[in-house]
């Protein structure tokens, strides 16, 4: 993977021999242990930036993104952080069926109408605040390169992790990334690539042009990590 990618493994999350998609707070399997070392290691980095923005997506469909999103909330929120957790897969929306969340108005409609972010995030858990992607836009890619989409990000939390489409499936994510007033406040990408499921050349191109945006700051969240040589879990 690291090689296809030309970017290094920042996080190994095993399959939970019990099934287990989402951690809860204070679990012990070592899924959820995996995402509190992957969160030790952001916070770690983040001293010098104390409000940090990070954009998790994938090469393809159903490689867990969204999962992984929820979870590095979850591990975030133990820590302590204030974390904002942003379905902006339109198309696909899965957060709030992760947390169990109604998705009735979310981010289509802050960017659609005068509606605003503090009015329509809900929370789940402490620490934790989610704004669901709302009713499916005509041209999700247009709202997202939009300016408005900036002041979205622009709120008081110590994280704010975007949960975006598949980088080759549609050109949702790289609206985001395109967005020279989002850009700005994009300090990390994360490429969720399950172990088994995952194509060589498409991961291979996902990362490349990740690399044109991430200057530096972009790993491989590699999911149902199983049997790697060295690694036990």
Do not use: W
Not at 25 to 46: C, D, F, K, Q, V
Not at 110 to 138: R, Y
Not at 190 to 205: I, Y
């Amino acid at each position: 993977v690291e090689n296809a990618a030309a970017l290094n493994i920042v996080a190994r999350v095993p399959r939970a021999p019990n099934g287990e998609v989402r951690m809860l707070p204070n679990a012990t399997s070592s899924l959820a242990e995996a995402y509190r070392s992957l969160a030790t290691n952001i916070i770690g980095g983040s001293r010098q930036h104390p409000e940090r923005v990070v954009l998790i997506t994938s090469a393809e469909p159903l490689q867990g993104k969204s999962t992984a999103t929820a979870n590095l909330a979850t591990a975030l929120a133990e820590r302590g952080m204030n974390v904002a957790a942003i379905d902006c897969d339109t198309r696909r929306p899965r957060l709030h069926k992760l947390f169990g969340l109604p998705n009735d108005t979310g981010l289509a409609d802050v960017l659609e109408s005068e509606t605003e972010t503090k009015n329509v995030l809900q929370h789940p858990a402490d620490c934790i605040s989610v704004l669901t992607s709302g009713k499916q836009p005509t041209n999700p890619s247009q709202l997202l390169s939009s300016p408005k989409m900036a002041n979205v990000v622009r709120q008081q939390f110590d994280f704010v992790l975007l949960d975006t489409p598949a980088l080759l499936a549609v050109s949702d994510t790289q609206a985001i990334m395109h967005n020279a007033e989002l850009a700005q406040h994009l300090d990390a990408f994360f490429v969720v690539v399950r172990q088994g499921h995952a194509q060589h050349s498409p991961v291979e191109a996902a990362s490349r042009l990740i690399k044109k945006f991430a200057d530096g700051s972009a790993g491989i969240i590699l999911d149902e990590a199983d049997n790697l040589p060295g690694h036990r879990y």
